[in-house]
C-alpha cells in the first residue's frame, strides 16, 4: 500500500472517530440530563409524601377537632333537657378509603355504663333532643347563616317526664336569642309553649280551624 492511500485512510479513520466522539458526547449530554430529571423527580417524590402526609394529618386533626365540638354541641343540651350525665359520642370508622360516623348517647349509672343508640335511648327522647340539638346548633353555628326560621313539629313529644318540656323550651329560647333565630313550632305542652314570645291555639270546629291568639296567656318563665 502506498503511503497517500494510508494516510487517506487515517484520514477518513479519523473522520470516523470524531463523528463517533460527537455522537458519545451527545449520548452522555443525554444521559446526565436524564439523570438530573430522575433526581428532581425522585426529590418531587419526596416532597409530595411528606406533604401528603402534613395534609392527612391536618385533615385527621381537623376531622377530630370537628368530633369535638359537634359532641360538646349535643351533649350539653343533653344533659340540660335531661338533667344527667348523659353525653354524645361520635364514633369514627374506617375501612379503606371510605370512613363512617357512628352516633352513641352514653349514659353513666351506679351499675355500669351503658351506650347506646340515640334513636333508642329513653324512648326516642333523646334521639329527638340529638337531633334538634344537631339541627339547631350546627344550622346557627356552622357555614354561611341560614337566615329562614327553624320550623319544629312537637320537639318535646318523646321527652319524660312532661315537666322537662320546660327545659326543652328553656333551650330553644336560649338558641333562638343568641343566634338570632326565629323559631316556629308546634306543640300540644302548655309548658313548652309558654316561654314563647307569641302562642296561638288551633281548634277545629265544624270542619273550620280556629285560630287564636294566647300571647296574653302565657305565664312568664
Known sequence: MELFEVKDNLERLKGIYQKEQGKREQLISLINKKKKKIKEQVKEKETLGETLVLLQTASEQARNKSVETIEELVTKP????????????????????????YFNVITEYDYGIIKADPKGSAGGGKGDITSLSLLTTLNCAVGTKITAPLLLDEPSKYVSPTSRALNVGNFLRDVS??????????????????????????????????????TQDLETV
Not at 88 to 97: P, Q, R, S
Not at 186 to 201: F, G, M, Q
Open 78 to 101: 343533653l344533659q340540660y333537657i335531661f338533667e344527667d350525665d348523659s353525653r354524645f359520642e361520635v364514633e369514627m370508622k374506617t375501612k379503606g378509603d371510605n370512613s363512617s360516623a
Open 177 to 214: 336569642v343568641n343566634f338570632d333565630k326565629q323559631i316556629i313550632l308546634s306543640t300540644h305542652n302548655h309548658d313548652i309553649s309558654a316561654v314563647s314570645d307569641r302562642a296561638y291555639s288551633f281548634e277545629l270546629k265544624n270542619g273550620v280551624t280556629q285560630v287564636k291568639e294566647n
